[in-house]
């Protein structure tokens, strides 16, 4: 069983950085960063596989880089240019999968894991 504990949340304001950081324990799976806006669903920011390859919702590509370090077991959001509509709860997820997207079923989509982080809290805010 994984754990996952995010860090690194904080008030930016418009235009600034942030990085935030998720260490798990256990094994190493393919990891996730979902965020939630208050009176919003849940969504998908990035996702990255166990060898590292991303993939990125289209309101952060280009703005926000996730990684990880499987030495540390560890997964990074780097986000550069925030916006104020980036103001969320960033929670990780741990073993995402890939499914076919409910819009499309000839189209992937990523599917939440079962292992969630507590969340921290995102404010872009001048």
């Known amino acids: 069983q994984v754990q996952l504990v995010e860090s690194g949340g904080g008030l930016v304001q418009p235009g600034g950085s942030l990085r935030l950081s998720c260490a798990a324990s256990?094994?190493?799976?393919?990891m996730d960063w979902y965020r939630q806006a208050p009176g919003k669903q849940r969504e998908l920011v990035a996702a990255?596989?166990?060898?590292?390859?991303?993939i990125y919702e289209d309101a952060v590509k280009g703005r926000f880089t996730v990684s990880r370090d499987n030495t540390k077991n560890t997964m990074y959001l780097q986000m550069n240019n925030l916006k104020p509509e980036d103001t969320a709860v960033y929670y990780c997820?741990?073993?995402?999968?890939?499914?076919?997207?409910?819009?499309?079923?000839?189209?992937?989509?990523?599917?939440?894991?079962?292992?969630w982080g507590q969340g921290t809290q995102v404010t872009v805010s001048s």
């Open positions: 990255i596989t166990t060898g590292g390859s991303a």
């Open positions: 997820n741990a073993d995402w999968k890939w499914t076919a997207c409910p819009h499309n079923i000839q189209t992937m989509c990523v599917s939440p894991g079962n292992y």
């Open positions: 256990g094994s190493i799976y393919a």
